[in-house]
T-cell receptor
């Protein structure tokens, strides 16, 4: 069974304090890994897609990287507006169709 | 380009009633997914529709059902509502079975009293 584990569950940073969020996965035949940002009470906002080990994507203060077993979301010099829950999801080929499995997220709080 | 839309924004029902939630996908997207997110919890996969057919469903009882219309919009029906059905219901769309990126709507907050 496909599994996606995110760590830590919660992270509290001072403004400007860089850190990384981890997403480890166990799937057969990874087709893609996705990162989302979710604000309280709202739908997740798509951030990145990564397809193969070694790939990196950047957007403002966020950089996502992918290895064969995990992905990292690096946050450089975060600001309070980066506070949100960050979700990771993997797409794998399963039973003739593409299945997407979500992790439970990392809740990030950036303190001014 | 318009994103995924959902209606209503909020819905209040009493136990035993039925709820109907609606979703319009991004133009050109054929797949629609439904998720349940209880307060403080992760996304729980409910249903996936593509080209009008149910392709997969999560581990939910049969009283959770839905359909997809010819214009690819979708409806989620929850019968015999229970208190624990109170949650944010999220709809997402993608370009089809092979497209991994899902784009989410703002959600419908269902409260069961």
């Amino acid at each position: 069974e496909d599994q996606v584990t995110q760590s830590p569950e919660a992270l509290r940073l001072q403004e400007g304090e860089s850190s990384s969020l981890n997403c480890s996965y166990t799937v057969s035949g990874l087709r893609g890994l996705f990162w989302y940002r979710q604000d309280p009470g709202k739908g997740p906002e798509f951030l990145f897609t990564l397809y193969s080990a070694g790939e990196e994507k950047e957007k403002e203060r966020l950089k996502a990287t992918l290895t064969k077993k995990e992905s990292f979301l690096h946050i450089t010099a975060p600001k309070p507006e980066d506070s949100a829950t960050y979700l990771c999801a993997v797409q794998a080929h399963s039973g003739g169709y593409q299945k997407v499995t979500f992790g439970t997220g990392t809740k990030l709080q950036v303190i001014p | 380009e318009a994103g995924v839309t959902q209606s209503p924004t909020h819905l209040i029902k009493t136990r035993g009633q039925q709820a109907t939630l609606r979703c319009s996908p991004i133009s050109g997207h054929t797949s629609v997914y439904w998720y349940q997110q209880a307060l403080g919890l992760g996304l729980q996969f409910l249903l996936w529709y593509d080209e009008g057919e149910e392709r997969n469903r999560g581990n939910f009882p049969p009283r959770f059902s839905g359909r997809q219309f010819p214009n690819y919009s979708s409806e989620l029906n929850v019968n015999a509502l229970e208190l624990e059905d109170s949650a944010l219901y999220l709809c997402a769309s993608s370009g089809g079975p092979g497209a991994g990126e899902q784009f989410f709507g703002p959600g419908t907050r269902l409260t069961v009293l």
